[in-house]
């Protein structure tokens, strides 16, 4: 009677934990510097210098030039490994857009991109069954610079919560 | 006296012979489950690619109210920026986006042209997220795996002279 009731016991725990997915994290994988808020406030538009931006940043991913193409690394998770790496082309008009409502733009002009990339991964398993969702997360940084000056004039921060 | 004592040892036999293959045969039903499950396996897969577009603030769109600051302030600088009369260089949607692919602009203002006169001021914003949703199901050495791309895409259509959204059109593509 006890072994039966030990069979029973681990009979109903197996079945509980065909239904029971258990949460697995993986990752995240990251690619470049985190940019974080203290460093993005530490930028005055008007004020701070192309080199002093470069000394807190370091260096960026792309430098947009206006009427030209941007080659940017891409970076993210996938389902052919945990991140997949080549590059895209972007016209650089797709940058200058976010400045060109308040900024009178010129040959002068580049955009500093920075970005930071973090791939979550999650994986949930119950006994005989796997449930994988990731997601990437980018942080974006676009420095309006004037090459001939050598001052930043505006930025824009995306932070993707 | 002995032969009652010869009945109880045979009826405790019996009982235990009994409780025996009750055991055995809950042995081999789950043993049985085990053989059937072994080498089964379902899976499943969901990758958000991109940032995904903000469904709240697409809702917000207001066409001929809604202007263009707002606009990449909720969603950041567009995938491309279609004018008339150019070619766009758009990086394909999915995880490596590799390259670019050559569109012209005249194409995304088709998709406008029946509601709007098209004039010369207007640009169109595009952007687009990706996600890739996949599942496998497999017994033994047989195996079923299935994966697909699932694009959003947004097309903002915006006077360039006033900075007005004059309207939108979102889908979603598999």
Same mark, same amino acid.
């Given at each position: 009677?006890?072994?039966?009731?030990?069979?029973?016991?681990?009979?109903?725990?197996?079945?509980?934990?065909?239904?029971?997915?258990?949460?697995?994290?993986?990752?995240?994988?990251?690619?470049?510097?985190?940019?974080?808020?203290?460093?993005?406030?530490?930028?005055? &538009?008007?004020?701070?210098?192309?080199?002093?931006?470069? %000394?807190?940043?370091?260096?960026?991913?792309?430098?947009?030039?206006?009427? %030209?193409?941007?080659?940017? &690394?891409?970076?993210?998770?996938?389902?052919?490994?945990?991140?997949?790496?080549?590059?895209?082309?972007?016209?650089?008009?797709?940058?200058?857009?976010?400045?060109?409502?308040?900024?009178?733009?010129? %040959?002068?002009?580049?955009?500093?991109?920075?970005?930071?990339?973090?791939?979550?991964?999650?994986?949930?398993?119950?006994?005989?069954?796997?449930? %994988?969702?990731?997601?990437?997360?980018?942080?974006?940084?676009?420095?309006?610079?004037?090459?001939?000056?050598?001052?930043?004039?505006?930025?824009?921060?995306?932070?993707?919560? | 006296?002995?032969?009652?004592?010869?009945?109880?040892?045979?009826?405790?036999?019996?009982?235990?012979?009994?409780?025996?293959?009750?055991?055995?045969?809950?042995?081999?039903?789950?043993?049985?489950?085990?053989?059937?499950?072994?080498?089964?396996?379902?899976?499943?897969?969901?990758?958000?690619?991109?940032?995904?577009?903000?469904?709240?603030?697409?809702?917000?769109?207001?066409?001929?109210?809604?202007?263009?600051?707002?606009?990449?302030?909720?969603?950041?600088?567009?995938?491309?920026?279609?004018?008339?009369?150019?070619?766009? +260089?758009?990086?394909?949607?999915?995880?490596?986006?590799?390259?670019?692919?050559?569109?012209?602009?005249?194409?995304?203002?088709?998709?406008?042209?029946? +509601?709007?006169?098209?004039?010369?001021?207007?640009?169109?914003?595009?952007?687009?997220?990706?996600?890739?949703?996949?599942?496998?199901?497999?017994?033994?050495?047989?195996?079923?795996?299935?994966?697909?791309?699932?694009?959003?895409?947004?097309?903002?259509?915006?006077?360039?002279?006033?900075?007005?959204?004059?309207?939108?059109?979102?889908?979603?593509?598999?």
């Amino acid at each position: 009677m006890k072994k039966i009731c030990q069979w029973v016991f681990f009979l109903f725990t197996f079945l509980c934990l065909l239904g029971c997915p258990i949460p697995v994290p993986m990752g995240p994988l990251r690619s470049g510097e985190p940019i974080r808020d203290k460093q993005v406030v530490m930028v005055e &538009p008007g004020k701070t210098t192309k080199k002093e931006l470069l %000394e807190w940043l370091g260096a960026p991913m792309a430098i947009a030039v206006r009427d %030209e193409i941007t080659v940017i &690394p891409s970076v993210t998770g996938s389902l052919v490994g945990p991140l997949s790496r080549g590059y895209y082309k972007i016209n650089s008009d797709t940058f200058f857009e976010l400045f060109s409502a308040d900024h009178e733009l010129s %040959e002068y002009h580049r955009v500093y991109y920075y970005r930071y990339v973090a791939a979550k991964k999650t994986g949930y398993f119950a006994l005989f069954a796997v449930y %994988e969702s990731g997601k990437t997360m980018t942080d974006n940084l676009w420095v309006l610079v004037n090459e001939k000056t050598g001052v930043v004039e505006d930025y824009v921060f995306r932070k993707q919560d | 006296m002995v032969q009652i004592e010869r009945q109880t040892i045979s009826g405790m036999e019996q009982t235990l012979q009994h409780m025996a293959m009750k055991e055995k045969f809950l042995c081999s039903i789950f043993a049985f489950m085990l053989l059937c499950m072994s080498g089964c396996m379902v899976t499943g897969v969901e990758y958000i690619i991109d940032e995904p577009l903000n469904e709240a603030r697409i809702a917000e769109i207001q066409r001929a109210e809604t202007t263009k600051q707002e606009i990449l302030t909720w969603f950041g600088p567009p995938v491309a920026i279609a004018r008339q009369g150019t070619t766009m +260089k758009i990086p394909p949607p999915g995880p490596t986006k590799e390259g670019y692919e050559e569109i012209l602009s005249e194409t995304f203002f088709e998709l406008f042209s029946a +509601k709007h006169e098209i004039i010369e001021g207007h640009i169109i914003y595009y952007y687009y997220y990706s996600v890739i949703k996949g599942s496998f199901a497999g017994i033994g050495l047989a195996g079923n795996s299935k994966q697909r791309l699932v694009v959003s895409k947004l097309w903002i259509l915006i006077n360039d002279t006033t900075g007005i959204v004059e309207d939108y059109l979102m889908r979603i593509l598999e």
